[in-house]
């Protein structure tokens, strides 16, 4: 499976963004689909999962209620909708599939995306 993640930008913080991610070469409605993060400095965290049913989804604690991901099996697209964005949101935003293991850890995922900028400014 190839990623490629896009959708990055300069936001004000409150405001929002949607980053994307498109899938090629592989069966993309059997992978389970995620999005994390890594600000200067800082290790990769996780954001958000979507399971290939697209009917569980998992959050972190900092994004839960402001975050939603989605997934389009149809279209081997999935999204991340950034609401209510902060300054510590600023990272590169990675999309990243996997089909077993833990939905939160990098480490089971098999297949990354480059990654987006998010920078929010206040």
């Known amino acids: 499976v190839q990623l490629q993640a896009f959708g990055g930008g300069l936001v004000q913080a409150g405001g929002s963004l949607r980053l994307s991610c498109a899938a090629s070469?592989?069966?993309?409605?059997?992978?389970?689909m995620g999005w994390f993060r890594q600000a200067p400095g800082k290790e990769r965290e996780f954001v958000a999962a979507i399971r290939p049913s697209a009917i569980t989804t998992y959050y972190s604690d900092d994004v839960k209620g402001r975050f939603t991901i989605s997934r389009d099996n149809a279209k081997n697209m999935t999204h991340l909708q950034m609401n209510s964005l902060k300054d510590e949101d600023s990272a590169a935003y990675y999309c990243?599939?996997?089909?077993?293991?833990?939905?939160?850890?990098?480490?089971?995922?098999?297949?990354w995306g480059q990654g987006t900028l998010v920078t929010v400014s206040s």
């Open positions: 990243a599939a996997k089909r077993i293991g833990s939905s939160r850890i990098a480490s089971s995922y098999e297949y």
């Open positions: 070469r592989g069966t993309f409605s059997s992978y389970t």
